[in-house]
């Protein structure tokens, strides 16, 4: 499951939210967002996103140590619809990207990442943007090590 594709992702309408925090908050951040959505009646069209706004291993890692951390998640859904309370609605770009699925735990998934670098030194392609992860099943539904979680990094 870790071989690197290269893809071309197109723009999507998303609910966002977006915040200075823990990486552990992504996944409470992600069932706010889904309680906003079916409170108001939005439809979702899609898996929960997490878009990391730290451009390097080295960054995420401090995010990290340090507990601020740039988090955004989001979920794509069915046309424009009315945010509010810190919710947005807006365009997730699209792109060319690199992309490589981790299996296993969320924890785990830093190896799908340092991969995902080291395929973009050896190809010479850089960094467009920043990273996403988006989560293709239910951690409630499915043991840890059949977790799925795509990793994609917009590439020049």
């Known amino acids: ?26 996944a409470m951040m992600i069932v706010g967002l889904f309680l906003y959505a079916v409170g108001r009646g939005i439809q979702i069209e899609g898996r ?24 955004e998640v989001a979920l794509p859904v069915s046309g424009e619809v009315e945010g ?30 340092e991969k995902l670098y080291a395929w973009l030194d050896e190809q010479g392609k850089k960094l467009a943007g920043p990273t996403r992860e988006v989560y293709m099943n239910d951690p409630r539904e499915v043991p840890p090590e059949e977790i799925l979680t795509e990793v994609y990094a917009p590439i020049e």
Not at 4 to 18: A, F, M, N, S, Y
Not at 52 to 70: F, L, R
Not at 87 to 108: F, R, S, T
């Open 48 to 71: 929960p996103i997490f878009v990391c706004h730290e451009m390097t291993p080295e960054e995420a890692v401090k995010a990290y140590e340090e507990g601020n951390a740039d988090i």
């Open 1 to 26: 499951m870790s071989e690197i594709t290269v893809v071309d992702i197109e723009p999507q309408t998303v609910l966002g939210v977006r915040k200075q925090g823990r990486y552990e908050e992504i």
């Open 84 to 113: 509010g309370d810190g919710v947005e609605c807006y365009q997730l770009p699209g792109g060319k990207m690199a992309k490589i699925v981790h299996k296993g735990p969320y924890q785990d998934c830093g190896s799908a990442h």
